[in-house]
Protein backbone atom coordinates (compact mmCIF):
# COMPACT_ATOMS: atom_id res chain seq x y z
CA UNK A 1 0.00 0.00 0.00
CA UNK A 2 1.01 3.25 -0.80
CA UNK A 3 2.07 5.50 2.58
CA UNK A 4 1.15 8.96 2.58
CA UNK A 5 2.97 11.14 5.59
CA UNK A 6 1.63 14.89 6.62
CA UNK A 7 3.70 17.17 8.11
CA UNK A 8 3.23 18.90 10.54
CA UNK A 9 0.69 16.78 12.52
CA UNK A 10 -0.25 20.19 14.44
CA UNK A 11 -0.28 23.73 12.81
CA UNK A 12 -0.66 26.75 15.06
CA UNK A 13 -1.89 29.08 13.10
CA UNK A 14 -2.20 33.15 13.07
CA UNK A 15 -4.71 34.80 10.97
CA UNK A 16 -4.10 36.70 7.90
CA UNK A 17 -0.87 34.45 7.91
CA UNK A 18 0.27 32.05 5.46
CA UNK A 19 0.16 28.13 6.40
CA UNK A 20 1.76 24.92 5.09
CA UNK A 21 1.27 21.40 5.07
CA UNK A 22 3.27 18.60 3.05
CA UNK A 23 2.51 15.50 2.24
CA UNK A 24 5.11 12.79 0.70
CA UNK A 25 4.00 9.46 -0.94
CA UNK A 26 6.06 5.94 -0.79
CA UNK A 27 5.66 5.82 -4.45
CA UNK A 28 5.10 7.79 -6.97
CA UNK A 29 1.63 9.05 -7.40
CA UNK A 30 2.00 9.60 -11.45
CA UNK A 31 -0.80 6.93 -13.25
CA UNK A 32 -0.33 5.02 -15.97
CA UNK A 33 -2.69 7.53 -17.98
CA UNK A 34 0.15 10.32 -16.83
CA UNK A 35 -2.70 12.33 -13.96
CA UNK A 36 -1.28 12.42 -10.94
CA UNK A 37 -4.46 11.68 -8.51
CA UNK A 38 -3.65 14.08 -5.54
CA UNK A 39 -6.27 15.29 -3.14
CA UNK A 40 -6.60 17.79 -0.33
CA UNK A 41 -9.67 18.09 1.90
CA UNK A 42 -10.96 19.75 5.01
CA UNK A 43 -13.02 18.11 7.73
CA UNK A 44 -14.41 19.83 10.58
CA UNK A 45 -15.79 17.77 13.19
CA UNK A 46 -19.51 16.44 12.74
CA UNK A 47 -19.35 17.68 8.80
CA UNK A 48 -18.28 16.21 5.61
CA UNK A 49 -14.69 16.27 4.71
CA UNK A 50 -15.03 18.90 1.96
CA UNK A 51 -12.25 18.31 -0.99
CA UNK A 52 -10.63 21.39 -1.91
CA UNK A 53 -8.08 20.29 -4.58
CA UNK A 54 -7.82 17.53 -6.99
CA UNK A 55 -5.00 16.33 -8.88
CA UNK A 56 -2.49 17.79 -7.06
CA UNK A 57 -3.81 22.01 -8.40
CA UNK A 58 -7.49 22.20 -9.29
CA UNK A 59 -9.05 24.41 -7.13
CA UNK A 60 -13.01 22.76 -6.69
CA UNK A 61 -15.64 25.15 -7.33
CA UNK A 62 -16.44 27.65 -4.61
CA UNK A 63 -13.24 26.99 -2.96
CA UNK A 64 -11.42 30.24 -2.06
CA UNK A 65 -8.40 31.40 -3.98
CA UNK A 66 -6.24 31.64 -0.64
CA UNK A 67 -6.44 27.73 -1.54
CA UNK A 68 -3.77 26.21 -3.75
CA UNK A 69 -1.82 22.91 -4.49
CA UNK A 70 1.34 22.33 -5.99
CA UNK A 71 3.92 19.54 -6.26
CA UNK A 72 4.52 16.39 -8.56
CA UNK A 73 6.06 12.99 -8.41
CA UNK A 74 5.90 11.91 -4.34
CA UNK A 75 5.87 15.37 -3.11
CA UNK A 76 2.89 17.59 -2.14
CA UNK A 77 1.89 21.24 -0.53
CA UNK A 78 -0.98 22.58 -0.05
CA UNK A 79 -0.55 26.37 0.80
CA UNK A 80 -3.43 29.20 2.48
CA UNK A 81 -2.08 32.61 1.94
CA UNK A 82 -4.23 33.93 4.71
CA UNK A 83 -5.18 31.62 7.61
CA UNK A 84 -9.28 32.55 8.39
CA UNK A 85 -10.87 31.44 11.47
CA UNK A 86 -12.84 29.29 9.07
CA UNK A 87 -10.22 26.84 8.38
CA UNK A 88 -9.96 25.61 11.57
CA UNK A 89 -9.92 21.76 11.80
CA UNK A 90 -8.60 18.96 9.83
CA UNK A 91 -7.21 19.07 6.49
CA UNK A 92 -5.83 16.08 5.06
CA UNK A 93 -4.23 14.58 1.75
CA UNK A 94 -5.52 10.86 -0.18
CA UNK A 95 -3.99 9.58 -3.40
CA UNK A 96 -6.47 8.09 -5.67
CA UNK A 97 -3.47 6.94 -8.48
CA UNK A 98 -3.59 3.26 -6.62
CA UNK A 99 -6.22 1.08 -6.60
CA UNK A 100 -6.41 1.16 -2.71
CA UNK A 101 -6.99 4.64 -1.55
CA UNK A 102 -4.51 5.95 1.19
CA UNK A 103 -4.67 8.56 3.47
CA UNK A 104 -2.31 11.49 5.11
CA UNK A 105 -3.04 11.12 9.11
CA UNK A 106 -4.52 14.67 8.81
CA UNK A 107 -2.88 18.53 9.81
CA UNK A 108 -5.03 19.95 12.49
CA UNK A 109 -5.14 23.32 12.16
CA UNK A 110 -5.92 25.52 15.76
CA UNK A 111 -5.65 29.39 15.24
CA UNK B 1 -26.71 19.77 -4.12
CA UNK B 2 -24.74 15.88 -3.75
CA UNK B 3 -25.78 14.22 -0.65
CA UNK B 4 -24.61 11.39 0.59
CA UNK B 5 -26.24 10.23 4.39
CA UNK B 6 -25.25 7.17 5.96
CA UNK B 7 -27.19 5.08 8.49
CA UNK B 8 -27.55 2.34 10.20
CA UNK B 9 -24.10 2.82 12.75
CA UNK B 10 -25.32 1.32 16.18
CA UNK B 11 -22.98 -0.18 19.31
CA UNK B 12 -23.11 -3.85 18.76
CA UNK B 13 -21.14 -7.36 20.31
CA UNK B 14 -18.28 -8.59 19.25
CA UNK B 15 -18.94 -11.26 16.24
CA UNK B 16 -22.46 -9.35 15.70
CA UNK B 17 -23.33 -8.15 12.20
CA UNK B 18 -24.78 -4.69 10.91
CA UNK B 19 -25.47 -3.49 7.55
CA UNK B 20 -24.63 0.78 7.17
CA UNK B 21 -26.90 2.14 4.11
CA UNK B 22 -25.49 5.35 2.24
CA UNK B 23 -28.76 7.29 0.25
CA UNK B 24 -27.25 9.41 -2.19
CA UNK B 25 -28.83 12.34 -3.43
CA UNK B 26 -28.71 14.97 -6.37
CA UNK B 27 -26.77 13.15 -8.75
CA UNK B 28 -27.85 10.02 -11.22
CA UNK B 29 -27.29 6.65 -9.23
CA UNK B 30 -26.61 4.60 -11.61
CA UNK B 31 -23.88 6.26 -13.28
CA UNK B 32 -21.90 6.55 -10.06
CA UNK B 33 -19.28 4.42 -7.95
CA UNK B 34 -18.80 5.03 -4.49
CA UNK B 35 -16.91 3.91 -1.61
CA UNK B 36 -16.50 3.15 2.34
CA UNK B 37 -13.96 4.73 4.21
CA UNK B 38 -13.55 4.34 8.21
CA UNK B 39 -11.61 6.37 10.56
CA UNK B 40 -11.32 4.66 14.22
CA UNK B 41 -10.93 6.85 16.94
CA UNK B 42 -7.70 8.25 17.10
CA UNK B 43 -6.24 7.01 13.74
CA UNK B 44 -6.15 8.29 10.42
CA UNK B 45 -9.14 7.03 7.30
CA UNK B 46 -8.32 4.00 5.89
CA UNK B 47 -10.43 2.78 2.50
CA UNK B 48 -12.68 -0.33 3.16
CA UNK B 49 -14.21 -1.07 -0.62
CA UNK B 50 -15.93 0.48 -3.58
CA UNK B 51 -18.71 -1.03 -5.82
CA UNK B 52 -19.23 -0.27 -9.58
CA UNK B 53 -21.96 0.97 -11.07
CA UNK B 54 -24.13 -1.90 -12.65
CA UNK B 55 -23.11 -0.82 -16.41
CA UNK B 56 -19.40 -1.85 -15.47
CA UNK B 57 -20.43 -4.74 -14.17
CA UNK B 58 -21.39 -3.57 -10.54
CA UNK B 59 -18.41 -5.49 -9.17
CA UNK B 60 -17.32 -4.85 -5.26
CA UNK B 61 -13.90 -4.79 -3.93
CA UNK B 62 -12.54 -4.61 -1.26
CA UNK B 63 -9.48 -3.59 1.23
CA UNK B 64 -7.43 -6.87 2.21
CA UNK B 65 -8.19 -6.62 6.26
CA UNK B 66 -12.15 -6.30 5.62
CA UNK B 67 -12.38 -9.11 3.02
CA UNK B 68 -14.89 -11.92 3.50
CA UNK B 69 -16.62 -10.46 6.59
CA UNK B 70 -17.43 -7.00 4.43
CA UNK B 71 -20.25 -6.84 1.88
CA UNK B 72 -20.62 -3.67 -0.36
CA UNK B 73 -23.65 -3.80 -2.51
CA UNK B 74 -26.42 -1.40 -4.10
CA UNK B 75 -30.11 -0.77 -5.26
CA UNK B 76 -30.40 1.49 -8.02
CA UNK B 77 -33.97 1.23 -7.67
CA UNK B 78 -33.36 3.07 -4.30
CA UNK B 79 -30.38 5.64 -4.53
CA UNK B 80 -28.70 3.37 -1.97
CA UNK B 81 -25.50 1.14 -1.12
CA UNK B 82 -24.84 -0.79 1.45
CA UNK B 83 -22.05 -2.12 4.03
CA UNK B 84 -22.94 -5.57 5.45
CA UNK B 85 -20.71 -6.22 8.10
CA UNK B 86 -20.66 -9.67 9.75
CA UNK B 87 -18.24 -11.32 12.19
CA UNK B 88 -17.66 -7.80 13.96
CA UNK B 89 -14.75 -7.26 15.69
CA UNK B 90 -13.52 -4.76 18.49
CA UNK B 91 -11.25 -3.08 15.63
CA UNK B 92 -14.46 -2.39 13.44
CA UNK B 93 -14.72 0.35 15.73
CA UNK B 94 -14.94 3.51 13.50
CA UNK B 95 -17.00 6.23 11.66
CA UNK B 96 -17.70 4.77 8.55
CA UNK B 97 -18.10 7.39 5.61
CA UNK B 98 -19.64 6.64 2.10
CA UNK B 99 -17.70 8.74 -0.73
CA UNK B 100 -18.30 9.23 -4.91
CA UNK B 101 -15.21 8.01 -6.78
CA UNK B 102 -14.83 10.75 -9.28
CA UNK B 103 -12.17 8.47 -10.44
CA UNK B 104 -8.83 8.94 -8.30
CA UNK B 105 -10.77 11.08 -6.04
CA UNK B 106 -13.66 11.09 -3.71
CA UNK B 107 -15.60 14.46 -4.75
CA UNK B 108 -18.42 14.29 -1.82
CA UNK B 109 -18.80 12.25 1.15
CA UNK B 110 -21.48 11.96 4.01
CA UNK B 111 -20.75 13.09 7.79
CA UNK B 112 -20.69 8.73 8.63
CA UNK B 113 -22.43 7.12 10.99
CA UNK B 114 -20.70 5.63 13.70
CA UNK B 115 -19.99 2.02 14.80
CA UNK B 116 -19.08 0.78 17.82
CA UNK B 117 -18.59 -2.99 19.05
CA UNK B 118 -18.26 -3.67 22.84
CA UNK B 119 -19.24 -6.61 25.07
Known amino acids: DVVMTQSPLSLPVTLGQPASISCRSS???????????LNWYHHRPGQSPRRLIY???NRDSGVPDRFSGSGSGTDFTLEITRVEAEDVGIFFC?????????FGQGTKVEI | EVQLVESGGDLVKPGGSLRLSCVVSGLTFSNAKLNWVRQAPGKGLEWVGR??????????SYAAPVSGRFSISRDDSKDTMYLQINSLKTEDTAVYYCTTDDGGSAAYWGRGTRVTVSS
Open chain 2, 51 to 60: INKKVDGGAP
Open chain 1, 27 to 37: QSLVHSNGNTY
Open chain 1, 55 to 57: KVS
Open chain 1, 94 to 102: MQGTHWLWT
